[in-house]
């Protein structure tokens, strides 16, 4: 108990106690437990409640007394509300707060009563726009391939790889351009922010809520037409809360990839390089030389030397019907 005396009463005093707490194993902890429930019975402590209570709390939370508690099970909701997040405008209005408020426009016969769920489906990633990989492939001429020498310039930069003398490298600083460069490090799956429409916005909540009503009165078995009244409030909160929100000033938002000299610099790129993901971290980018990464996939399919058997793929002369016959029995 005098390690606990000696803790200051002060901003930090629930940080020492819970170090104090976790250092403790199960047995002395248990005996510093009781120790704290005897100490909080006592008129004549010399230890503050407060303290006390907080060290009553992380003790309990060690030695997991708390778990025998009941803990009830949060209904899930039935019903959702599918809306396009097209930019932050959508969080400053606060979908859920305005269903709530109209939820006295739901029938009363209606079995699920409650507002709807929103969910938000979001906005393209920069993931098509940046990766090229299935264009490359789709774009492949082999027989111009068969004659083709290399005429990369990847031996002069000092970002090739010493093996294979080609870049094939997951270091994005071969962009030169500062802005793409940046970009492209917050990886494939990142969106970039988009200008606050409210227009747009209004309309995506429109089309979010009358698809709501449809679904919603299926699972109902009524007419949607019994939900009119609830859309047309929510609709009317959603324009007032706009009408509100216009006059306050909106942030200025540039996107990167739809400024002029980087969709330029981009497709300079793309036009000597492979953009893809990299192989168990799908959310880096890996730049590969175009020439060479085709040049070995024609290899490993033996394009090149068709007398050459292939470890990994058999070459097919039948029609595709016959292939279809035989590949169950070949399957089994």
């Known amino acids: 108990m005098k390690i606990i005396q000696a803790i200051p009463v002060d901003t930090h005093m629930y940080y020492r106690c819970r170090r104090i707490t ?4 199960k047995k002395v902890a248990n005996d510093v437990f009781v120790m704290v429930l005897e100490m909080l019975e006592d008129p004549n402590r010399e230890i503050t409640r407060n303290l006390l209570d907080i060290m009553k709390d992380l003790l309990l939370h060690r030695l997991m007394v708390h778990t025998n508690a009941t803990v009830t099970e949060k209904e899930r909701p039935k019903v959702f509300t599918k809306i396009l997040y097209h930019s932050k405008g959508m969080e400053l209005i606060n979908m859920n707060k305005i269903l709530n408020e109209t939820t006295d426009c739901i029938p009363e016969y209606f079995k699920h009563r409650n507002a709807p769920c929103v969910l938000f489906t ?28 290399y005429t990369c310039d990847c031996h002069k930069s000092e970002f090739a790889d010493p093996h294979h003398k080609h870049i094939v490298t997951g270091d994005l600083n071969v962009i030169q351009n500062k802005s793409l460069r940046e970009l492209l490090e917050k990886g494939p799956t990142y969106r970039e922010e988009q200008k606050i429409d409210w227009k747009a916005i209004q309309n995506e909540i429109s089309k979010g809520l009358a698809q709501c009503k449809l679904d919603w009165a299926k699972k109902e078995k009524v007419d949607p037409v019994h939900l ?12 007032t809360r706009i009408q509100e929100l216009k006059v306050k000033p909106t942030k200025s938002v540039k996107k990167i990839l739809k400024q002029k000299a980087i969709k330029n610099e981009l497709m300079r790129l793309q036009d000597k390089y492979v953009f893809t993901t ?3 971290a799908s959310n880096n980018i890996s730049v590969i030389c175009k020439e060479f990464y085709i040049q070995t996939l024609l290899n490993e399919l033996k394009v090149f030397d068709e007398d050459t058997s292939s470890n990994t793929y058999e070459r097919i002369t039948h029609h595709s019907i016959h292939v279809d016959e035989k590949s169950p029995a070949k399957l089994k």
Do not use: A, F, G, H
Not at 139 to 149: C, F, G, M, N, S
């Open 122 to 149: 979001r906005t393209n990633s920069i993931r098509s726009d940046i990766l090229n990989y299935r264009q490359t492939i789709d774009d492949i001429k082999i027989d111009e391939w068969k004659v083709r020498p």
């Open 22 to 25: 976790q250092s403790l194993d």
């Open 228 to 239: 009119d009244e609830w859309k047309s409030k929510t609709m009317l909160k959603v324009m």
């Open 278 to 280: 990299t192989d168990k």
